[in-house]
Each structure stands twice: as structure tokens, then as C-alpha cells.
């Protein structure tokens, strides 16, 4: 099995029987959606792609005609704090956010209870040059998950970011979107069924 499938196998054996429905009409994304994805970020990860391929999306999701807002994944913020898998399309409209870390907090930047940044982090590159693939349980409003093309030096292509709000900050969670995955395989999945 890849990551991907032992990943989404986990997320599948911790989901409720009321979220059982919601994960029978999951399905992936359609060649075309996922070319759109690549042709915007022709670096997008393999390991993304292949979750793509399995599941195209789970934040406010409509497959079949049924509503579907199942948490995927996971970060550093808490064992039961978890994130919805953006679609393709959600992943490309997150393109309008297009100012950077520096544009958005000018002269707060540097002050650490304001805005804590990972120096592996480029603050001029703007935030719509990094790939949204997720938003949190609170739909993304206190924090969001993107691969990042353009790092700092330091920093690695294809680095998984973490921006949390209040106080806000921008972190490296793993060097790639595999060792994301392999971080999240290691966590208990209690994020699954917490909202």
C-alpha cells in the first residue's frame, strides 16, 4: 500500500457511522480537473495527486448531489484538530489571495507576539504561489495547510506550511507533502471524528 492508502485506509476505519454515508460517495478528481492543478503548479506533489486521484476534495464537497465536510487531515495544533481536503477547484480559487506574508502584516512582521514566521519561509513570495490544499474545522478561518514552491534558504521545494491565527504564525511542518503524510500516519486520528 502507499502512504496515500494507508492514510485514507486509517481515516476510513475512525470515522463514524454517521460519516460512513458521507465517505461512500467520495470519489477523485476527473483528468481534467487534476491537469488544471498541475498546469498551475506543475510542481504539485505526487502523493497529493495520487489523493486527488482517490478523493477530490472534503470541505463542502458535493458528489451525487450529497453534501460532504469530512475531516482528512491533521497538523501540529492538536491530536483533535483537523482539516478538510480542499477539491481542485478550491485548491485553484485560492489563487485571489495573491498578497504576501510581508504585503499582509508590513510593519508587524519581525514583532513575535503578532507574527512568528519560519525563517525556511520567503515572506515576499505571494501566499497564491504556495498550493492551499487544506482549511481547518473551522472552515480555514484559524488555520490552513500549503505546499510551499519557493522557500528561504534553508527551506526545501515542495515544504508543507502551517499558518495559525491569534497569534498568527507561518511554520514548516514537514519537507514534503510524503513526509506530511508519513506524520499524520504516526498521529492517533482522533481528528477524524471531532466536528
Not at 54 to 74: E, F, I, P, S
Request: hydrophobic share 35%; proline share 3%; with cysteine.
Amino acid at each position: 500500500m502507499t502512504l496515500v492508502e494507508r492514510h485514507l485506509e486509517k481515516v476510513r476505519l475512525h470515522l463514524d457511522e454517521e460519516n460512513q454515508s458521507q465517505w461512500a460517495v467520495l470519489r477523485g478528481a476527473t483528468a481534467q480537473a487534476l491537469a488544471q492543478l498541475k498546469g498551475r503548479y506543475p510542481q504539485c506533489p505526487t502523493e497529493l495527486q495520487q489523493l486527488l486521484n482517490r478523493v477530490d476534495g472534503t470541505y463542502w464537497k458535493k458528489y451525487d448531489g450529497q453534501m460532504v465536510n469530512l475531516l482528512l487531515l491533521a497538523s501540529d495544533v492538536g491530536e483533535d484538530f483537523g482539516y478538510y481536503l480542499l477539491s481542485c477547484e478550491q485548491m485553484q480559487e485560492e489563487q485571489r489571495f495573491g498578497d504576501s506574508i510581508s504585503d499582509i502584516y508590513g510593519e508587524w512582521l519581525g514583532q513575535e507576539d503578532v507574527i512568528l514566521v519560519d525563517p525556511r519561509i520567503d515572506t515576499t513570495i505571494a501566499m497564491s504561489e504556495r498550493l492551499c490544499f487544506a482549511h481547518c474545522l473551522n472552515n480555514g478561518g484559524t488555520s490552513r495547510l500549503y505546499i510551499d514552491f519557493h522557500p528561504a534558504p534553508g527551506g526545501v521545494c515542495g515544504q508543507v506550511v502551517r499558518y495559525l491565527h491569534d497569534p498568527d504564525s507561518y511554520i514548516v511542518l514537514a519537507n514534503s507533502f510524503a513526509e506530511y503524510i508519513a506524520g499524520v500516519l504516526e498521529s492517533n486520528y482522533a481528528f477524524v471524528s471531532e466536528y
